[in-house]
């Protein structure tokens, strides 16, 4: 390391670094970076792999190092190599490949020259743009609007507080984005914690209203009489205590915008009647008021409850349930996506050793274990877990005896029995990995089926298998 880097401190002037610092530093790059890193001789041997590269490429550190990317195109890991491009050229360079994991992906490489101007190392940065890709697909369908990455403005900033590795997350976020484009109303329906706000807002980022208000109310918080003053506003001298030139309501303040009803399902009948009345006609009337006002807003409606049961129990009017459910979007429970479980405990770990500058990472126990929890309190839980790990868990590493009894009881179906345990981590961990394998193939009837039910290529297992088979 060239020792004239430097840091350069906004208000500290010039601070040099030592190796300490350094190693650090890059630690923590590749452990924690969502973006592929892997690094290449001057001859294009890989030399160096980070896990995100692994996991976005669908192949295992130990099958790529040592081995010429040459040889990793040939075999159909990657479509085709930026490294090789630089090796030829000597300069930076962009483009976009696709993966044996099925990803589309941007693939920056860099070279790396010596003092005396000669290429030494390059440097490979992949970007997955898989779902970016199809968000824009979604967004282009009506031919008037054709974005680039960097005008999607601040639906980035949401999509980015999104994980979505599921397919069942894919499809919520398929028919969010359709939906956003039309003006219509829609309820988003799923238990407690799993996620419905950041879906509205994503909606509300995506639609032509994004310059407008967005405005929430938690219809369960309120009494009806408050509810009712808040979301339409009163009139001067409605009730004691109001103030004398009245007061706008939520409906008008969101003009423009968009107006979430969260937990619509807790609004009393006699509310719901007037909430019917400005979804059909677009107009309000302030409590005690007589005038009625035309409103341009949309509603957005959640709730963890089942509006077609209270239909038929009589306590949700069912002309608001029709005219409302115009766009049924419904948010699965995180057991029912479970790839999404591991890509979202990284995203927090990532999120709140950021906010509690610290360092921590996570081992494959635990987070093995993470896997195979059912998470009664779905997204929420899990971030209230890592949020807890990351602040009170000593040291830099986070193992399984540091994550609740619920969690570490729980046997998995998947998982390997105990009495079967050879004392050796290693076996033991080979012998879970075939178990899964075997469990995939024989569920879903072919090696390239539970290739696409696990998210990762048929070369994969097939390669796994054949290694695990032939250990001792």
């Known amino acids: ?50 896990r995100a590269c692994e996991e976005m490429n669908g192949f295992e550190a130990e099958d790529v190092l040592g081995q010429n990317v040459k040889a990793l195109v040939k075999k159909g890991f990657i479509q085709r190599s930026a490294t090789l491009k630089v090796i030829q050229q000597n300069q930076p360079v962009t483009l976009i490949t696709a993966t044996s994991a099925r990803s589309k992906v941007l693939s920056t490489a860099i070279p790396i020259h010596d003092d005396h101007g000669k290429l030494r190392f390059v440097l490979v940065n992949d970007r997955d743009i898989s779902f970016l890709n199809q968000v824009t697909d979604v967004l282009e369908e009506s031919g008037t609007f054709r974005p680039e990455f960097s005008n999607l403005g601040t639906a980035i900033s949401e999509l980015k507080e999104l994980v979505v590795q599921s397919p069942a997350m894919q499809e919520v976020i398929y028919f969010a984005v359709r939906a956003a484009k039309f003006d219509l109303s829609l309820i988003i329906t799923g238990d407690t914690g799993v996620g419905k706000n950041a879906i509205v807002k994503l909606i509300h980022k995506l639609s032509n209203r994004k310059n407008g208000p967005f405005i929430t109310v938690n219809c369960g918080s309120l009494t009806g009489t408050l509810l009712e003053s808040e979301l339409f506003g009163y009139a001067k001298g409605a009730f004691t205590g109001a103030r004398k030139d009245g007061k706008a309501g939520l409906f008008e303040i969101a003009e423009g915008g ?50 077609e049961q209270m239909v038929d129990e009589g306590s949700f009017r069912r002309d608001l349930f029709f005219r409302l459910n115009v766009i049924p979007i419904h948010v699965p429970r995180l057991v029912e996506r479970q790839e999404d479980i591991i890509p979202l405990m990284r995203f927090f770990l990532e999120r709140f050793n950021r906010e509690f500058n610290s360092n921590k990472t996570i081992s494959r126990p635990a987070m093995d274990a993470l896997q195979h929890h059912r998470f009664p309190g779905n997204v929420r839980e899990l ?72 998210g990762i290529s048929q070369s994969t297992i097939s390669r796994r298998m054949s290694r695990l088979i032939s250990k001792p």
Request: glycine share 8%.
């Open 383 to 454: 971030e209230n877990l890592m949020k807890r790990l990351t602040t009170m868990v000593e040291g830099d590493s986070i193992g399984r005896c540091d994550l609740p009894d619920t969690i570490t009881s729980t046997e998995s179906p998947q998982s390997p029995a105990r009495n079967t345990s050879t004392g050796n981590y290693q076996e033991d961990l080979s012998r879970f990995e075939l178990e899964k394998l075997t469990h995939a193939i024989e569920k879903h009837g072919s090696q390239r089926k539970a290739a696409i039910a696990l």
């Open 1 to 50: 390391m060239s020792d004239d880097i430097k840091i350069y401190a906004e208000n500290d002037g010039v601070q040099g670094l030592g190796a300490d610092d350094y190693s650090l530093i890059f630690k923590a790059i590749m452990v924690q970076s969502k973006d592929g890193l892997f690094v290449t001789d001057h001859l294009g041997k890989v030399v160096m792999v980070n």
């Open 258 to 307: 968009t107006l979430f009803l969260d937990e619509i399902g807790e609004i009393p009948l006699p509310l719901q009647a007037k909430l019917l009345h400005f979804v059909e006609s677009g107009e309000v009337v302030r409590v005690g008021g007589l005038k009625s006002r035309k409103i341009n807003t949309r509603i957005i409606a959640a709730t963890n409850r089942n509006l």
